[in-house]
T-cell receptor
């Protein structure tokens, strides 16, 4: 059973566009929601994370929007650049949880 | 900046052989994980480890798998008798606590032939 559902599977945007990647979950015990960026042949790198007590978090060009009632969260990349081309994974873990549940990943391509 | 390091970066092994994948977590982290990623697919949880004990393991982590913290710095994953379907990228991760930022290593690409 897929604990975290991620969409879309792939995304192509022009440079300067704002790609949006969405994730949804059912487990109300989830308490921590990180996003990871992965380049080919590399490990996932923590990008930004949010907890349910806030609805939005910004770090540089990356913003997480969180809707607790809908059990959804999304990643927005402002002013996207070709260097942002990578696979993005959302994840979730429970309070006192000892594993992360990953989404299926979104392959982002930013066209110059 | 502290990082999780993994060795080797690539290992090729014959089916049925034992492999040991090594990881050095970030030094002040106490919680350790192994994940794997089959090419082009999602990141799958294998096992978490704290205080020299397995904390949680997935269905993938069967009797062929084991983990160990042999000294104060290394964290290893052993696959006793490799199968073709064990071919994947294996990632080690560590964190200060449960449910907090986890940092991943660069991975070991395991190829079973």
């Amino acid at each position: 059973q897929q604990q975290v559902k991620q969409s879309p599977q792939s995304l192509i945007v022009q440079k300067g566009g704002i790609p949006i990647i969405n994730c949804a979950y059912e487990n109300t015990a989830f308490d921590y929601f990180p996003w990871y960026q992965q380049f080919p042949g590399k490990g996932p790198a923590l990008l930004i994370a949010i907890r349910p007590d806030v609805s939005e978090k910004k770090e540089g060009r990356f913003t997480i929007s969180f809707n607790k009632s809908a059990k959804q969260f999304s990643l927005h990349i402002m002013d996207s650049q070709p260097g942002d081309s990578a696979t993005y994974f959302c994840a979730a873990s429970e309070l006192l949880g000892n594993q992360f549940y990953f989404g299926t990943g979104t392959s982002l391509t930013v066209i110059p | 900046e502290p990082e999780v390091t993994q060795t080797p970066s690539h290992q090729v092994t014959q089916m049925g052989q034992e492999v040991i994948l090594r990881c050095v977590p970030i030094s002040n982290h106490l919680y350790f994980y192994w994940y794997r990623q089959i090419l082009g697919q999602k990141v799958e949880f294998l096992v978490s480890f704290y205080n020299n004990e397995i904390s949680e393991k997935s269905e993938i982590f069967d009797d062929q798998f084991s983990v160990e913290r042999p000294d104060g710095s290394n964290f290893t994953l052993k696959i006793r008798s490799t199968k073709l379907e064990d071919s994947a990228m294996y990632f080690c991760a560590s964190s200060v606590g449960w449910n907090t930022e986890a940092f991943f290593g660069q991975g070991t690409r395991l190829t079973v032939v």
